[in-house]
């Protein structure tokens, strides 16, 4: 029979990257739980229309790449492909907006787009993202990215660029988008695709990756220049305040991203060394975003990092957080007596904090001591049948070889004892 491996576009995470894996993934939560930002969990499947209504109809996300089947009820579900829906639905769903504002929250898990695989670019691919929902102040715009830009900072990552622009509003933007879309409609765009989205959100036209297009829109107006009062002095007090952070950005007047939502304050992070798929994080603002799916008025802001994009960062530039220890401590016991005593030691060694694991399998003292090497334990508790009639047990330090006799009624504290 034909062996059966994950999907395509998906893959397993496995021991000792794993490890690793975890990890990077804390380190990306760390600053934002510092600053008081609580878990949610929204379910992998939501009905079709939140996304659709929420993300936007004229999306790549929502057009080409959600996975959406009727359930076994007849009801059009689809895996999430994104966070940000989910999260600002269920809030409305608690009314959590009624709670203390800004509610801050953050998630993490895995979203689902079939895209076309390649290097960083997944089906199945995992995101930590935070939202700060219910007020609309720059400040808390600055907060937002400056805990992107410290997350990545965390982590070791020098490589990564801060790009910013402003979306507009429903007040500005409109107008520039009339005006780009006469612009476009000038110009000889290369196929009807690119034609089509003209008509649909001219925006996306600018973010066209071909060069020729590239050429071709060098010249159109950016939205920055047109900003509205209200969007411009919003966008002036974001950057200050990122300054007074030390945040370095690059303002970017073209940047769209992939996802209809976001207006006013939007950014991307992007990392040199990931090649064509270089975009490790991003988010903006979304202020129509709740009422768009049914919900209270309610502004918002948030970003989500892909983590295995920045697994790919990290091993660019060898940073990044070591594999955590898997255990500390290794007891090999040698016979049956020895064993006895090892499963009570190794229990009492976990109990009192201390990672331990055990040679099963009675393997002989050369095979229990290379088990011993490959667990990556520091010391090594061997327990042969002379060593416990004498009432002790040798330690044996596994990076410089020395080995000491220890009373067995002093082992656990002298184990244990940092
Ligand atoms: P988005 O939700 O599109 O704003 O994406 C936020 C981040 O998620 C991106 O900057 C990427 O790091 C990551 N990401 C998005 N799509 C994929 C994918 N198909 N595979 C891997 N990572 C992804």
Redesign the pocket.
């Known amino acids: 029979m034909s062996r059966l491996t994950a999907p395509k576009g998906t893959y397993d995470i496995v021991p000792p990257e794993s490890n690793r894996w975890v990890a990077v993934r804390d380190a990306l939560l760390q600053p934002a739980r510092l600053a008081g930002y609580s878990y949610v969990e929204a379910p992998v499947l939501e009905d079709t229309s939140l996304f659709e209504r929420g993300v936007g109809a004229s999306t790549d996300?929502v057009t080409k790449e959600m996975y959406t089947f009727a359930d076994r009820g007849g009801r059009s579900v689809t895996m999430r492909p994104?966070g940000t829906a989910g999260v600002v639905r269920l809030v409305a769903e608690h009314g959590l907006e009624r709670g203390p504002l800004p509610l801050k929250l953050w998630y993490a898990g895995p979203?689902f787009?079939y895209?076309r695989p390649q290097a960083?670019?997944?089906?199945q691919?995992q995101?930590v993202g935070i939202e700060a929902l219910g007020v609309d102040d720059p400040a808390l715009d600055a907060e937002v990215v400056a805990l992107g830009s410290r997350a990545f900072a965390g982590l070791g990552l020098t490589g990564v660029t801060l790009l910013l622009t402003s979306l507009g509003d429903p007040a500005c933007r409109p107008a520039y988008t009339e005006s780009l879309r006469s612009y476009l409609a000038g110009l000889p765009l290369p196929d009807e695709d690119t034609r089509r989205r003209v008509e649909l959100n001219p925006l996306r036209v600018l973010d066209d990756k071909r060069p020729d297009v590239q050429e071709m829109v060098a010249g159109a107006p950016t939205l920055v220049d047109v900003l509205c009062a209200g969007c411009k002095e919003h966008y002036d007090a974001v950057r200050g305040y990122l300054t007074d952070l030390g945040i370095a950005w690059t303002a970017a007047p073209r940047l769209v991203?992939?996802?209809d939502y976001y207006q006013r304050t939007t950014f991307?992070?992007q990392h040199a060394g990931l090649g064509a798929?270089s975009?490790?994080?991003?988010?903006g603002r979304y202020d129509g975003l709740s009422e768009s799916i049914g919900g209270p008025p309610l502004p918002g802001i948030g970003w989500?990092?892909?983590t295995?994009?920045i697994l790919l960062a990290l091993a660019a530039e060898q940073a990044g957080p070591e594999a955590p220890h898997r255990v500390e401590v290794f007891v090999v016991p040698l016979g049956t007596e020895a064993k006895r005593r090892a499963v009570g030691i190794v229990d009492a060694v976990r109990r009192a904090g201390t990672n331990a694991d055990l040679a099963y399998g009675d393997r002989g003292m050369k095979g229990a001591m290379r088990a011993a090497g490959s667990s990556g334990a520091r010391r090594a508790v061997i327990l042969g049948e002379r060593d416990l009639a004498a009432g002790v047990a040798q330690v044996k330090d596994l990076a410089t070889g020395e080995q000491q006799a220890v009373a067995l009624d002093h082992l656990i504290e002298e184990l244990t004892q940092q």
């Not at 960083?120 to 089906?123: D, L, P, T, V």
């Not at 975009?279 to 988010?283: C, D, K, N, R, T």
């Open positions: 996300v994104e979203m787009r895209e960083g670019r997944f089906r691919f995101q991203r992939g996802l991307e992070w798929q975009a490790v994080g991003g988010g989500a990092l892909g295995e994009r």
